[in-house]
């Protein structure tokens, strides 16, 4: 079977590598070099430097130009395969390929339709998330599915669960072309009563607060990015949380708004609760364990609070 590739991100790469084990994927199309990083040097995209160590030829666009529809037709691909490329794809290229044009989508749909379906997950403290093989259609993921697979949510980072659902789905994607070539795939149609949507997280809405309860500021730690950071003012100064778990022990030791250091170990009281945080970053420096940051932090009544 001969495959084109679209996608972008880390997310993406082992739909790529998962694909090139058992297909022939015969173009990659891709999001052009960009910075992705502090130095400020443009570098090429996560799929773009898995498919130039692949030996795969590469398109890079942002939008479906003509050129990059001559590209399409000139690969005589079997079935176009999408993971997270990040353009919006023009009807004909919907019907290019004989198979069609499939998408892996993290999420179990109809639920979190849309641009961050892992960390709304987290956030909600969902049981489970997931994997779609859908079809791409006119709204924001509204296609029909073919198949689904799930894994636990409970305690995972963002950057853990979305590099689960990433293998997940290249595994799934991979099964299930099988069954697109041979027509036996069973398409659902999405039960528009139980939609819902995966906004995309904004920085605001991440920021930990003394006056709400430990579960829901730990889902924000755990559903952090660099792009919408879990960030917090604590002993006078901006940091980010990088990891914490919920704390054992008397929460009595800890009201909502106090730091505690104790035993190397810091402790954040909220409004029912309390949080033992493990990494932070405190802003201009490098992240480090608790227990470094706590050498540096001095004196009684320290207190911890929302950003403005």
């Given amino acids: 079977m001969r495959v084109v590739f679209m996608g972008t991100p880390d997310f993406a ?6 694909l090139a084990s058992r297909f022939e994927v015969v173009l990659v199309l891709t999001r052009p070099d960009a910075v992705r990083s502090r130095g400020k040097k443009l570098e090429p995209s996560p799929v773009k430097a898995a498919a130039l160590e692949l030996d795969i030829p590469v398109t890079e666009a942002t939008r479906i130009t003509p050129e990059v529809m001559d590209r399409l037709h000139e690969a005589e691909a079997d079935i176009f395969c999408v993971a997270a490329y990040g353009c919006i794809l023009p009807d004909e290229v919907w019907h290019m390929a ?3 044009i499939v998408n892996v989508h993290a999420s179990l749909l109809p639920r979190w339709r849309g641009a961050a379906p892992i960390q709304r997950a987290i956030l909600a403290g969902d049981e489970r998330a997931g994997i779609s093989i859908m079809r791409i259609g006119h709204g924001v993921d509204t296609g029909a599915y073919c198949a689904q697979a799930s894994c636990s949510v409970a305690g995972k980072t963002a950057d853990e669960l979305t590099a689960e659902l990433a293998q997940l789905g290249a595994d799934l994607l991979c099964d299930t072309l099988p069954a697109l070539a041979d027509e036996t795939a069973v398409w659902t149609e999405q039960d528009e009563s139980l939609v819902t949507h995966a906004q995309k997280i904004s ?3 991440m920021r930990l607060d003394p006056q709400e309860s430990a579960l829901v500021n730990l889902r924000r730690v755990l559903a952090s990015s660099d792009a919408a950071p879990a960030r917090c003012i604590a002993a006078g100064k901006p940091v980010r949380i990088m990891r914490a ?13 106090e730091l505690v250091c104790q035993s190397k170990r810091i402790y954040i009281g909220c409004s029912d609760g309390m949080l033992e945080i493990t990494s932070v970053k405190p802003d201009g ?3 480090m364990d608790a227990s470094a ?4 932090l001095h004196g009684d009544g320290l207190t911890w609070g929302k950003l403005s």
């Fill in 245 to 257: 778990v919920a704390a054992d022990g008397d929460a009595s030791m800890c009201a909502a708004g």
């Fill in 293 to 296: 940051w706590a050498a540096g």
């Fill in 285 to 287: 420096k490098r992240q």
């Fill in 203 to 205: 920085k605001a809405e």
């Fill in 13 to 18: 790469v082992p739909s790529l590598r998962e």
């Fill in 98 to 100: 004989p198979l069609g």
